[in-house]
Structure formats: C-alpha cells, structure tokens
C-alpha cells in the first residue's frame, strides 16, 4: 500500500516562500499524474498543482506564476515550491495522484500566511 507523507508546511509572512514536500513510499511518481491540493476551513479540497508522468506541469489560475511543482523520481519525493504567498493561501495542503486515490489521502501539511 502506497503512502504519501507532506512536510514542509509553517506559518509565514505574506510575501515569504516555503517549499512543501510528498514523500512516497513506493515508486508511484512515473506511474500516475500526481497533484498538489489544498483546503482551507469551510472549503472543499481543490488542485493547485498537477505534473504528469512525462513532467508536464500545469496550474490553478490563483497560483500560477507563483508556484512550480516538481519531482525526484529517484527520492520518491514531489515538491511544491510556494513563492510570493498570501493569505488567502492558508491552507492544509495534501499531495495525491490526479485524479486523487482515495485511500493515498495524508495528514497534509499546515500553510498559515500572516498579512
């Protein structure tokens, strides 16, 4: 059974940068498209971030030009470079295959964005 494990998360002023982690626990990476969502209290979870098996990437409206996601085949580990955050970019953010495998679901990673 596959695991994923975030890390990387903290609580960062407006401005700042973080980079979040996704460890995997098998070779998954070159095996699915995997993606990087997030969800904030009384919101649904949504995509922010998607690489595919060949590595093209793509983005949601609200973080493009400001996130990169990534990964290391050879670490098991996917990346979320996070620059320029907002607030509104609070968040627990999860990393999953696309589309999202029920049972992959991690405790995610807390991202708090002070103004």
């Known amino acids: 059974q596959v695991q994923l494990v975030e890390s990387g998360g903290g609580l960062v002023q407006a401005g700042r940068s973080l980079r979040l982690s996704c460890a995997a626990s098998g070779n998954i990476f070159s095996l699915f498209a995997m993606g990087w969502y997030r969800q904030a209290p009384g919101e649904q979870r949504d995509m922010v971030a998607r690489i595919t098996q060949g590595g093209s990437t793509s983005y949601a409206s609200s973080v493009s030009g400001r996130f990169t996601i990534s990964r290391d085949n050879a670490k098991n580990t996917m990346y979320l470079q996070m620059n320029s955050l907002k607030p509104e970019d609070t968040a627990i953010y999860y990393c999953?295959?696309?589309?999202?495998?029920?049972?992959?679901w991690g405790q995610g990673t807390q991202v708090t964005v002070s103004s």
């Open positions: 999953n295959t696309d589309p999202a495998t029920r049972t992959y």
